[in-house]
């Protein structure tokens, strides 16, 4: 397996700063926004933002986390079934911006199921896509992001995957490739 | 580990404790989902369910149908009475008639032990015993089982009592298998001639003193005694079978430590249990209700993944 380093953490950092600026540049004081992540990685991405969004708004930032697994396409076409993750959503979306975050934006597909599981909360104003990696011209389904950290070119046998201190050691986003002989 | 090693449930006996474990995480998903403001899934939009019983229940077919309706499944209901089997036809043909309107799982329950089994042996569907005879009835087990959870923190190492017909009750064979895979001690307690004879086998703990079972347990699951199966009298009245083996709100204050109390309904209120004490803080009767749809759901989703497309 090849790899190369798409952010290493000081870019990755970079990048979530300027996040935080985009999002505040459109919700201002964030007092109609919350920001929800898509089960399992996209807590990550949520939890960094909430961090540098506190620093410079020094404000409390509501944030949820969604697991998508009831909602997805795929149930019965996979070998075995999807373990859900929790979901942890205690304010009512009824009226509310909401900013859907995920690491990795591919297919689609979770974004999909992640709109369908969003509706059960209530009625949202708004729904907006931030993610940190857009492999673009990989869709398989009508739908984009309003943030994105990166674009990235890639194949359908590479892998992407965003790597947290807390999980992997280090904070860091990777382009994995398959050796042509594996 | 996030496959069942079954294709059908037809009791807890054939059930791994990996299996269990996935069945309670899946269902702690489900929990929250159903106490969400929008309480349906869309998992299983594309299955069948047919629900058919042969023996008269009010909460496990109301618990299964709400199950699957949360879960988006389409379901028929199907109750004996009222249907040809009255005509004479077996069971493996009204099944497979039922199954030829292309239905992918069956709930089922039975007067007759082993019915389940028998039918997932034959037909084309996947199975759940939703209770057969006096054999199992392993999603009261399971939610039992997910309630003291729910209640104690954990099952590993804490006592039960299971109190009253241990000789008619599925109940009490499914919990005892579930109990003790779970790690669990597990007690019966009972007159003489409510308790099988070969209960020993079971590794259980066999008492016939209420008060001696209670003071050694930390949850007393409290059982029904099924007249509908009693052909015989085996204890000479409902008043003296109540004072020797009721549970009432006197010998449950008068014990040592705070105990769980537990009901799989329908409750005989007076019976072998007060109306004090069913409705008392350390009653999880109603809990174990709410449990009983997550559960469902659970099983239900797990099974419905091993169906073939």
């Known amino acids: ?182 | 580990m996030n496959n069942l090693s079954v294709d059908h449930l037809t009791g807890i006996k054939d059930l791994s404790k990996e299996d269990i474990d996935l069945i309670f995480k899946t269902a702690d998903s489900f929990k929250e989902v159903i106490n969400r403001p929008i309480k349906k899934v869309p998992s299983l939009r594309d299955i069948t369910i047919a629900n058919i019983f042969f023996e008269n229940s009010t909460r496990t077919k109301l618990s299964f149908e709400l199950a699957e309706k949360r879960l988006s499944a389409d379901i028929l209901n199907f109750s004996a009475s009222g249907s040809s089997v009255k005509k004479g036809e077996t069971l493996i043909d009204t099944v497979n008639n039922i199954l030829s309107m292309k239905v992918d799982m069956v709930v089922m329950r039975h007067p007759n032990p082993g019915a389940a089994l028998f039918l997932s042996k034959k037909v084309n569907a996947k199975i759940i015993n939703a209770g057969d005879g006096t054999h199992e009835h392993p999603t009261q087990a399971l939610l039992d089982a997910y309630s003291i959870r729910e209640k104690l923190g954990a099952i590993h190492g804490k006592k039960v009592v299971i109190v009253g017909d241990i000789l008619h009750s599925r109940v009490a064979l499914s919990n005892i298998f579930c109990l003790q895979k779970l790690g669990a001690e597990v007690m019966v307690c009972g007159p003489t001639t409510l308790i099988p004879k070969d209960m020993n086998l079971l590794n259980v703990k066999i008492s016939h003193n209420l008060r001696e079972a209670l003071e050694w347990c930390d949850v007393a699951n409290m059982l029904r005694i099924q007249s509908e199966r009693q052909e015989i009298s085996y204890f000479p009245s409902l008043r003296e079978y109540s004072m020797q083996f009721g549970l009432n709100k006197e010998i449950l204050n008068s014990l040592s430590k705070e105990i769980v109390v537990m009901h799989p309904g329908p409750i005989n209120r007076g019976v072998e249990i007060t109306s004090d004490v069913a409705d008392s803080k350390q009653s999880i009767i109603l809990n174990q209700v709410e449990n009983g749809v997550a559960i469902r759901m659970a099983v239900i989703y797990l099974l419905a993944a091993k169906i073939d497309r």
Request: proline share 3%; with cysteine; glycine share 4%.
């Open chain 1, 1 to 182: 397996m090849e790899k190369q380093v798409i952010l290493n953490s000081k870019h990755l950092e970079l990048t979530l700063k300027r996040l935080s600026h985009e999002l505040i540049e459109s919700h201002n004081d964030f007092s109609d926004t919350v920001l929800v992540g898509l089960q399992p990685r996209g807590i990550h991405v949520v939890s960094q933002l909430k961090k540098h969004l506190e620093i410079i708004l020094g404000k409390e930032i509501v944030c949820g986390n969604l697991d998508i697994t009831f909602f997805r396409d795929d149930f019965r076409r996979r070998e075995k079934p999807l373990i859900p993750s929790i979901t942890n959503i205690d304010f009512s979306l009824e009226n509310k911006k909401v900013v859907l975050v995920d690491d990795v934006l591919y297919t689609g597909r979770t974004i999909r199921a992640g709109l369908d599981a969003l509706l059960t909360f209530g009625r949202p104003s708004k729904v907006e896509l931030l993610v940190l990696i857009d492999r673009r011209f990989r869709r398989d389904l009508p739908i984009q992001a309003d943030y994105v950290g990166k674009m990235v070119d890639s194949l359908i046998s590479e892998r992407v995957s965003v790597e947290w201190q807390e999980i992997e050691g280090e904070d860091k986003i990777v382009l994995y490739t398959k050796d042509s002989n594996e």
